[in-house]
């Protein structure tokens, strides 16, 4: 069984030596961006750098994050990578509507198969508005996770805080739709790490689990800030084994009182353990 990724690493797609560092700095993911990253007078070197780079199988997952859909650069990118041997998903900028994941996952299929794992950034109030319509449109999605930076340019937030309504809305979209947690936004200050974690520490209260990274310092202290405490640990370990001796509800000798759910949640917590 393959681990729930917890980091996912961008890296600009015009720069193929920064995607092979990528590929060695243990992500679980890198995604070659064809997108934000990378300038318009690049974009056509940025789409055939990475159709050669991604030619052959990698030695960790990768998505390749192409131009907005409704744009006129899309097309072109997802006939250069979508098929490629070493393309392990799709990262699909600024989704406003479920057709519009429902039209890419049918041109995609080849015939007698499914489509390539897709995944859908949600940057606008719309696409927000729309998240578990996205969530739930088609198999081939495998994840949502909101794109924070465009996100607060169309909302004029400018305190962090006002974006969790969205991130919340996002991550039940996502568990309504059957869909892993997503993961959160990147930290765009690469130095400020102590902020970094802070800012882990809340997203992980609100249900995100593990976080996109512009750099590779920024991967431990992801994740050790999703991964279970030691203490979290003990108490995980106390549910399973109190449940394994006396099925059903129960009050444990610490008080703590036990059901399915609480033992599901720490069956997820042991699950989650075992990365390390």
Not at 156 to 169: E, F, H, N
Not at 189 to 211: E, M, P
Not at 221 to 245: C, D, F, S, W
Request: hydrophobic share 45%; charged share 20%.
């Amino acid at each position: 069984m393959i681990p729930t990724p917890l980091t996912w690493l961008y890296a600009p797609g015009d720069r193929p030596h920064i995607v092979s560092k990528a590929l060695t700095c243990g992500a679980d993911v890198v995604i070659v961006d064809l997108e934000d990253a990378v300038a318009p007078d690049r974009k056509e070197y940025a789409r055939t750098a990475t159709a050669e780079r991604l030619s052959d199988p990698q030695p960790v997952p990768v998505h390749v994050r192409v131009n907005a859909l409704d744009g006129p650069l899309a097309g072109a990118d997802l006939d250069a990578v979508a098929a490629l041997p070493g393309v392990g998903g799709l990262r699909l900028p600024k989704v406003v509507s479920p057709a519009q994941i429902t039209r890419l996952a049918e041109r995609l299929a080849p015939a007698g198969g499914g489509a390539p794992p897709l995944y859908a950034l949600l940057e606008s109030a719309l696409g927000v508005e729309h998240a578990y319509p996205i969530a739930a449109a088609h198999p081939a999605l495998r994840g949502i996770a909101l794109g924070e930076a465009d996100l607060r340019a169309d909302l004029g937030i400018r305190d962090d805080a006002g974006l969790d309504w969205s991130r919340s809305r996002v991550i039940v979209a996502a568990r309504a739709a059957g869909l892993n947690p997503p993961p959160q936004s990147v930290h765009p200050d690469t130095r400020d790490l102590n902020g970094l974690a802070a800012s882990c520490a809340h997203g992980r209260t609100l249900g995100f689990l593990g976080r996109a990274a512009i750099h590779p310092r920024q991967l431990p202290i992801i994740e050790r800030a999703y991964l279970p405490t030691e203490q979290e640990l003990e108490e995980a370990e106390t549910v399973v084994k109190a449940a394994a001796v006396e099925p059903g509800a129960q009050a444990l000798p610490d008080g703590r009182f036990i059901d399915a759910a609480v033992v599901a949640a720490a069956q997820r917590t042991l699950s989650l353990a075992r990365r390390r």
